[in-house]
């Protein structure tokens, strides 16, 4: 699975969730792309309700745009985090990059 971005031809933006024209520009020749399925945190939230308490994240990617999402495997989140896409029961949720080694 991958996650789709739209592509704005005429001012070279990327937008998420679809939409029928440009946010930036008004265009409405748009173009669907795969996105490159990384990110950075830009904010986060863990939330202590429901069955086990999990992670919410806005995460910057890596074209742009900005998604709120789960974010998974990551014992001490933090801003700027480099993460990436992955996907848990058909959604698309992000965790963090492998350190280098």
């Known amino acids: 699975m991958t996650l789709v971005l739209q592509f704005c031809r005429s001012c070279r933006r990327y937008q998420h969730y679809p ?5 930036s520009c ?5 173009w669907s792309v795969e ?3 990384t990110g ?6 863990v939330v202590h309700r429901a069955d086990v308490p ?3 994240a806005r995460v910057r990617l890596a074209e ?7 974010l998974v495997d990551v014992d001490e989140p933090r801003c700027d985090q480099p993460v990436r896409l992955t996907w848990r029961d ?3 949720v992000f965790r963090p990059l492998a350190p280098p080694e």
């Not at 008004?26 to 748009?30: A, E, I, N």
């Not at 950075?40 to 939230?45: E, G, K, N």
């Not at 742009?64 to 789960?70: Q, R, S």
Request: with cysteine; hydrophobic share 45%.
């Open 26 to 30: 008004g265009g409405d020749d748009l």
């Open 54 to 56: 999990y992670m919410l």
């Open 35 to 37: 996105a490159a399925g």
């Open 19 to 23: 939409r029928p024209i440009c946010v």
């Open 64 to 70: 742009g745009p900005i998604v709120l999402t789960h």
């Open 90 to 92: 058909g959604l698309a």
């Open 40 to 45: 950075t945190v830009d904010s986060f939230t």
